[in-house]
C-alpha cells in the first residue's frame, strides 16, 4: 500500500511535467512505467483483499454512467 502512495506521488509529478509545471526528462516513458506500477499494485491489493476487481469496475462503472446521464 505504501509503494501505490509513493507510486501515486510520482504520478503526479509526471503528470505537472505534462502540463508543463515541472520540467522531467523522459516523462512519457516515466509516465507509462508509473501508470503500470499502479495497476500491477492495484491488482495485488484487490487480490489480497479478495476483491472481484472486474466484477466492482463494471458495476461502478455503471452506476458513473447512470450519474452522468442524470
Known amino acids: 500500500m505504501l509503494g501505490l ?3 501515486i506521488g510520482d504520478l503526479a509529478k ?5 502540463e508543463g509545471v515541472r520540467e522531467i526528462e523522459g ?3 516515466k509516465l507509462e512505467h508509473e501508470l503500470a506500477d499502479i495497476l500491477w499494485s ?6 489480497q483483499c479478495q ?3 472486474e ?5 461502478t462503472m455503471d452506476e ?5 446521464a442524470s
Open 5 to 7: 502512495v509513493g507510486d
Open 14 to 18: 509526471l503528470v505537472q511535467a505534462l
Open 27 to 29: 516523462v512519457r516513458e
Open 42 to 47: 492495484t491488482l495485488v491489493i484487490a487480490a
Open 51 to 53: 476483491v472481484d476487481l
Open 55 to 59: 466484477a466492482s469496475f463494471v458495476r
Open 64 to 68: 458513473v454512467e447512470r450519474s452522468v
